[in-house]
Nanobody
Framework: QVQLVESGGGLVQAGGSLRLSCAAS????????MGWFRQAPGKEREFVAT????????NYADSVKGRFTISRDNAKNTLYLQMNSLKPEDTAVYFC?????????????????WGQGTQVTVSS
């Protein structure tokens, strides 16, 4: 079992930045590929970014490419999402997710463990 707790969300103006964190516990963090997803009101959960278990491979949704950066610190059992140049359409609840595996995964159904989410609101 892996427990995930997100933090770092909040209210920010368009063009601003936020860094989300996801603290993991319970199992060996470096065995897990990780992902960030988001869900806006009335919309389905969508893929944002994913990173391989050692951090060597990343993948991003086209909507965030060049603005968001996913990273991890396996010594601290923590996943990050640096979000720059935020837009109002980035407003959503952001979730981190984990699954054992050797690569990256962009489909929510591929993940076994989820955090409770952190709200990000970008004002125009």
């Amino acid at each position: 079992q892996v427990q995930l707790v997100e933090s770092g969300g909040g209210l920010v103006q368009a063009g601003g930045s936020l860094r989300l964190s996801c603290a993991a516990s319970g199992r060996t963090f470096s065995n897990y590929a990780m992902g960030w997803f988001r869900q806006a009101p009335g919309k389905e959960r969508e893929f944002v970014a994913t990173i391989s278990r050692r951090g060597g491979t990343t993948n991003y949704a086209d909507s965030v490419k060049g603005r968001f950066t996913i990273s991890r610190d396996n010594a601290k059992n923590t996943l990050y999402l640096q979000m720059n140049s935020l837009k109002p359409e980035d407003t959503a609840v952001y979730f981190c997710a984990a699954r054992e595996g050797l690569t990256t995964y962009t489909n929510a159904y591929d993940y076994d463990y989820w955090g409770q989410g952190t709200q990000v609101t970008v004002s125009s």
